[in-house]
């Protein structure tokens, strides 16, 4: 584990390398306790609080616009619904369309892997509940 302060908030970095993980069941338990914790990921991390990675300096690479999914019904289709059409209202009609696809068209075999494909499309932030 890693730790480092930044806009006055210690971050913890806890990399995954070599582990054999669910990544769904961590990003289920990721939105779950984000009104706790606020976790995010890294790759959301970096680019949109740091200024992006150094590797990444140059061409800006298109950034994933928020989507508030944490709070929201957690049916499957509610959540697909919700993405697609933030995508859509940030001119993403093709990743929208894409996104829908690749969930609905046979190769998700879970929920955790369509909230990952989901994650892949847009960064989730919190929902109408979570709001102060």
């Known amino acids: ?15 995954f390398e070599g582990a054999e993980l669910d990544m769904g069941r961590l990003a289920v338990w990721r939105l779950q306790t984000h009104g706790q914790f606020d976790g995010t990921w890294l790759s959301d ?8 990675f150094v590797q990444e300096q140059g061409p800006q690479k298109l950034q994933k616009p928020d989507c508030r999914l944490i709070g929201e019904d957690g049916n499957i289709s509610s959540l697909i619904g919700i ?10 009609d093709e ?3 894409e996104m829908q696809e690749r969930i609905m068209g046979g190769k998700c075999g879970s929920y955790y ?3 990952n494909v989901i994650g892949e499309y ?8 979570n709001r102060a």
Do not use: C
Request: net charge positive.
């Open 1 to 15: 584990m890693s730790a480092f302060e930044h806009d006055g908030l210690t971050n913890l970095l806890f990399p």
């Open 122 to 129: 847009v960064r989730i932030s919190p929902g109408r509940r």
């Open 83 to 92: 993405a697609a059409r933030t995508l859509r209202q940030n001119g993403l």
């Open 113 to 115: 892997s369509a909230l």
């Open 45 to 52: 991390y970096v680019p949109n609080r740091l200024g992006g």
């Open 95 to 97: 990743q929208a369309k």
